[in-house]
Nanobody, 114 residues
Framework: QVQIVESGGGLVQPGGSLRLSCRVS????????MDWHRQAPGKQRELVAS???????NYADSVKGRFIISRDNTKNTVYLQMNSLKPEDTAVYYC????????WGQGTQVTVSS
């Protein structure tokens, strides 16, 4: 059974940074496209960043230049480094596989506020 556990969220001031982790068990992240999504209150879930099996990355325009997605195959974990955070980044962040989407984890709450 595949399990996805996100962590690393919290309360941060505008301009601050956080590093999110997505630990996966039961399926290898290194051979798949992995996505980070977020969902703000009252809004639909949106794709934030992706990383392919070859390490190519893509970002939503709203986070380009501020967020960095990476992966550690030895830990079967995907990361999202978030810098220069803005209040509009406030959301619950989730990760998942692009192909063969698994059951969603509980997500990790990111709140950007002064």
């Amino acid at each position: 059974q595949v399990q996805i556990v996100e962590s690393g969220g919290g309360l941060v001031q505008p301009g601050g940074s956080l590093r999110l982790s997505c630990r996966v068990s039961g399926r290898f992240v290194g051979s798949n496209v992995m996505d980070w999504h977020r969902q703000a209150p009252g809004k639909q879930r949106e794709l934030v960043a992706s990383i392919t099996s070859s390490g190519n990355t893509n970002y939503a325009d709203s986070v380009k230049g501020r967020f960095i997605i990476s992966r550690d195959n030895t830990k079967n974990t995907v990361y999202l480094q978030m810098n220069s955070l803005k209040p509009e980044d406030t959301a619950v962040y989730y990760c998942n596989f692009r192909i063969g989407v698994e059951s969603w984890g509980q997500g990790t709450q990111v709140t950007v506020s002064s």
